[in-house]
């Protein structure tokens, strides 16, 4: 807009035009972290308010989120109770679709697949901006009855319930595993533990762990598809041989998803023990 | 003329009053936006520096948030904690000693030992990242860039170590990219 566009405006209009440009500003150089749900859903597929509803209001709720994954769905689920629930962002409290969309985008680099939210006002749904029609037919259908932390656990339940039922959470998977492997001591001759963990959202993964030493390799063990889940670390065995080659040695990791998504490769130095 | 300025300006309005009030950041992905909880030594709960691992005492929570690259740095939980402890999902439960600053869950929130008088510097000591004018985490910038803190929404002038941890404190810490700070943070009933 010129100098001369500008001062065409009507004078009325431009204390409006000014608010609306502030705010426009505002909005597109604020950021945000800070609710606590983004964190906890990295590593869990349930953000439960706090303090935690009693454990009979919860337990069916993470019954429902496990066994949708038990058939091959992905879903993560955050119960917003109170807006201390959102942290540093609690104008965003009863309003589950903008929520949603904001949380989604929050781990889109980590997770992209269903992400239901529930808050006194209702549900909200986003599947990383991917149509959600059929999940919002199945929520359409329900209600959240009593807004307590124990009766939106209940609500959240129902939920994941029906849309697993349903069929409803079908949702491609895009993004790969994320690895962190962590370092060890090698002593010539023993066995060697090499440890690592998974980010995975699918929580399913398999994995090929290559020892080098210098470019040369060394071993190259494989993993079946099996569970992957982030607190649970994944180790293989290496049988060090009895003369370590004087190159430096490291290992890689590289996970693939049912999928068949891809990690990065992910490698470490492995130390050696002298003496 | 007019009627083209009214079109914009009710757009314009529109767009506004739709986006959410904060864009959100997305939290980074690989093992540098998601640092280890603690060094070997503490998690055998040996002393870092004057810090010693004890039993319980009363808490106050202080809210960290680390950004880098324009990307969310994951505080993890189980900072200031030694084994044993018990991992489930996201957060740690302390099955022994733990230090004047701890991290229970992944969300920021520092749980501060009332009688200490701690800053950042014994929060990222106790953590086992460096915390400087040219280093966060596992991040390096240049003297020219420094990384930057804000207190309350406020940037920080003095030393990054010597912010202190008082009661309900809102420290953000950036390196690269700017990332609009927000100046508090509802805290949990009881910290």
């Known amino acids: 807009m010129t100098a001369a566009t500008l ?12 608010a609306v440009a502030a705010a426009a500003t505002l909005a597109a150089t604020a950021a945000a972290d800070g609710d606590p749900a983004s964190d906890i859903l990295l590593t869990q597929n349930y953000y439960l308010p706090y303090p935690e509803p009693p454990k009979e209001s919860t337990a069916p709720l993470k019954e429902s989120v496990a066994a949708a994954f038990a058939k091959g769905y992905r879903v993560k689920v955050a119960v917003i109770a109170t807006k201390t629930d959102l942290g540093t962002i609690p104008e965003l409290f009863n309003k589950p679709t903008q929520y949603a969309k904001f949380l989604g985008s929050e781990i889109k680099m980590l997770y992209v697949g269903p992400l239901l939210i529930v808050m006194p006002e209702g549900f909200g749904i986003w599947d990383g901006g991917r149509t959600t029609t059929a999940e919002e037919r199945v929520l359409d259908s329900l209600s959240v009855k009593d807004g307590s932390p124990g009766g939106l656990a209940a609500a959240a339940d129902e939920a994941v319930r029906k849309l697993t039922s349903t069929g409803a959470l079908k949702s491609k998977d895009v993004l790969g595993p994320t690895l962190f492997p ?24 398999r994995e090929t762990v290559t020892v080098y030493a210098g470019g040369k390799v060394l071993a190259k063990l494989r993993s079946p ?3 992957a889940l982030y607190g649970k670390a994944h180790t293989v065995t290496w049988k060090a041989p009895k003369k ?10 590289r996970a693939f998803d ?18 | 003329m007019v009627r083209r300025m009214r079109a914009v300006v009710t757009g314009l309005a529109a767009v506004a009053l739709a986006a959410p009030p904060y864009p959100p950041t997305p939290i980074g992905r690989g093992p540098r936006f998601h640092p280890p909880p603690a060094p070997e030594s503490v998690l055998r709960g040996e002393p870092v520096g004057d810090l010693r691992c004890a039993g319980a005492r009363p808490r106050f929570g ?20 030694a084994r044993p402890f018990v991992r489930t999902g996201a957060f740690v439960r302390p ?3 733990t230090y004047a600053l701890r991290t229970r869950a ?9 009688s200490a008088r701690l800053t950042l510097g014994d929060l990222f000591d106790v953590w086992g990242q460096p915390l400087s004018r040219t280093r966060l985490a596992g991040f390096r910038t240049t003297q020219a860039r420094p990384v930057r803190a804000y207190v309350a929404g406020r940037l920080w002038r003095g030393e990054l170590r010597a912010i202190p941890l008082t009661r309900h404190a809102q420290v953000v810490l950036e390196l690269g990219a700017y990332i609009r700070p927000h100046p508090r943070f509802l805290f949990p009933r009881g910290l």
């Open chain 1, 244 to 253: 370590l080659p004087r190159a430096a040695l490291r290992y890689c990791v």
């Open chain 1, 258 to 275: 049912a999928a068949g998504n891809r990690s990065r490769t992910a490698c470490v130095p492995l130390g050696k023990k002298v003496g």
């Open chain 2, 106 to 114: 992944p969300t920021g929130v520092v749980e501060v030992a009332r």
């Open chain 2, 95 to 97: 099955r022994g000693c």
């Open chain 2, 62 to 81: 202080v809210h960290v948030e680390v950004f880098a690259r324009g990307l969310v740095v994951v505080v993890p939980s189980g900072i200031g904690v």
């Open chain 1, 7 to 18: 001062a065409r405006v009507p004078r009325r209009a431009l204390p409006l035009l000014v």
């Open chain 1, 182 to 205: 962590r370092t060890t001591l090698v002593v010539p001759g023993k066995p060697v533990k090499l440890t690592y963990a998974i980010l995975e959202d699918s929580e399913r993964s």
């Open chain 1, 225 to 227: 598809l099996g569970q």
